[in-house]
């Protein structure tokens, strides 16, 4: 069990690696349209994967609370977007493609920013891998280990793209490609990191796993509609991102139903 979890662990990282990776075999920075269709593809996956891979599993553990089963879910929600909103406010970061930082104001190079930014968003997501396989683990969460794959599988596709969007802006700003390739990689280092201690967490609290995965899925819900749809609509063509957004939903909602 315990190779299980830190392979589903792993598996978002190894999504991001391949994406930065993408700096060495492409010559010049995304496209707009592409960056914008993959920003859509990310946002449609997460929204997915927060709806069936996490709110539905967290009521579905409340049950014996009866017509109050929704209340895990909606204090753990509402926890998991505070918590996103009070780092975004702390953190100074700034988002490839906008010349505007966000949190304080800070000293640091633009490069530490662009990474710090795609990091911020990567602990929701590896939270989420983690609660799930701790409900794994736990055998009274009736998660399934096909459904914490599906989810793990979710996020590392997602983080393809990701990965491919913190490296190749770096590149493009005169980074060399190896060191545009480490820093997209350890951007998305703090996912089996935070994953882990998740999964320590819910652990040693399994009554608290409805509140944990419905957290997890609000700190995801807060990057999407803060970040990666702002990102996606700007400019012409935004129905680009939008077709993109529906089949990365419709493929992280494939992927739970047919493997959990």
């Not at 010349?99 to 104001?105: K, L, W």
């Not at 609000?218 to 957004?245: K, W």
């Amino acid at each position: 069990m315990l190779k299980t979890v830190i392979t589903g662990l792993l598996i978002p990282f190894v999504g991001t690696s391949a994406g930065a990776a993408c700096v060495f075999f492409l010559k010049k920075d995304l496209k707009t349209e592409v960056q914008r269709a993959l920003t859509g593809f990310a946002a449609g996956v997460m929204v997915a994967a927060s709806i069936w891979s996490l709110i539905v599993p967290a009521i579905e553990q409340s049950e014996g609370m009866g017509k109050l089963a929704f209340l895990p879910a909606f204090i753990g929600f509402w926890a998991g977007i505070l918590f996103l909103l009070l780092l975004d406010h702390v953190i100074p970061h700034l988002h490839a493609y906008i010349d505007q930082t966000e949190g304080p104001r800070s000293k640091l190079t633009r490069t530490a920013m662009l990474v710090l930014a795609v990091t911020l968003h990567n602990i929701p997501e590896g939270m989420a891998v983690g609660v799930v396989y701790a409900g794994l683990m736990s055998g009274t969460a009736n998660i399934t280990a096909g459904a914490a794959l599906a989810l793990a599988l979710g996020i590392a596709i997602q983080n393809f793209p990701e990965g491919a969007i913190i490296s190749m802006p770096l590149f493009s700003e005169g980074k060399s490609k190896p060191k545009s390739f480490v820093l997209g990689v350890l951007s998305g280092a703090v996912e089996p990191v935070f994953g882990g201690i998740t999964v320590l967490i819910a652990g040693l609290v399994v009554p608290a796993m409805p509140y944990l995965l419905s957290f997890a899925a609000g700190a995801m819900l807060y990057v999407v509609v803060e970040e990666l749809i702002p990102e996606m609509s700007q400019g012409r063509h935004t129905n680009v991102g939008v077709i993109s957004f529906a089949v990365g939903f419709s493929l992280m909602m494939a992927l739970d139903v047919a493997l959990g």
